[in-house]
């Protein structure tokens, strides 16, 4: 199996709700990441956890809250979220380290309103 | 910071010509060079990729050449068709850390 998979496809939230987006792989991938990328832009990294652990936060404001259960799942938890937060969030996992190829899940296309 | 640039931002060739995209990077510890392409509403997907110890690598109408000395690497498309219309984008590895960087992205159109 060599997908990533990303729930839920849509989401629209409000400001003052709080929310969960999932990602999941069975590739025995050790490292994991959130992106977030907006309309004609490069994917933005936020977080990255290796071995379960969060080794990167590229300065996310703390409304985005990463989780990472086990080896295999990785949330973000969203919470009084701006409208200027709107966009497409991907998940990606690769081999431990910059090495290997990242594969992308198919993202979560948030709205704030 | 480190970063890496792209150009061009957009192209257009006639379908069956050959595209050339092409990438430079400032980190001197960069290894890992992907190229992804993206279609329209969908995931980033990797089409090529090359490590520091190659300088050129080619998968069937694909080729990527990397010259670290220059710290710049390209990607080379030949006989283009309508499915290679799509944006495409570099990518290098920071050195020390569990990162990529992307570049800004080039458009690819394949004019009929």
């Known amino acids: 199996d060599t997908e990533v998979t990303q729930t839920p496809k849509h989401l629209v939230m409000g400001m003052t709700n709080k929310k969960s987006l999932k990602c999941e792989q069975h590739?025995?991938?050790?490292?994991m990441y959130w992106y977030k990328q907006k309309a004609k832009k490069p994917p933005e990294l936020m977080f990255v956890?290796?071995?379960?652990?969060?080794?990167i936060n590229e300065s996310v404001p703390s409304r985005f809250s990463p989780e990472c259960p086990n080896s295999s799942l990785l949330n973000l938890h969203l919470h009084a979220l701006q409208p200027e937060d709107s966009a497409l969030y991907l998940c990606a996992s690769s081999q431990s380290g910059t090495y290997y190829e990242q594969y992308f899940g198919p993202g979560t296309r948030l709205t704030v309103t | 910071g480190e970063n890496v640039e792209q150009h061009p931002s957009t192209l257009s060739v006639q379908e069956g010509d050959s595209a050339v995209i092409k990438c430079t990077y400032s980190d001197s510890a960069s290894n890992y060079f992907p190229w992804y392409k993206q279609e329209l509403g969908k995931r980033p997907q990797l089409i090529i990729d090359i490590r520091s110890n190659v300088g050129e690598k080619k998968d069937q109408r694909i080729a990527v050449t990397l010259n670290k000395t220059a710290k710049h690497f390209s990607l080379h498309i030949t006989e283009t068709q309508p499915e290679d219309s799509a944006v495409y984008f570099c990518a290098a590895s920071i050195g020390g850390d569990d990162k990529i960087i992307f570049g800004k992205g080039t458009r690819l159109h394949i004019l009929p």
């Open positions: 956890y290796s071995y379960e652990k969060l080794s």
């Open positions: 590739m025995g991938h050790r490292a």
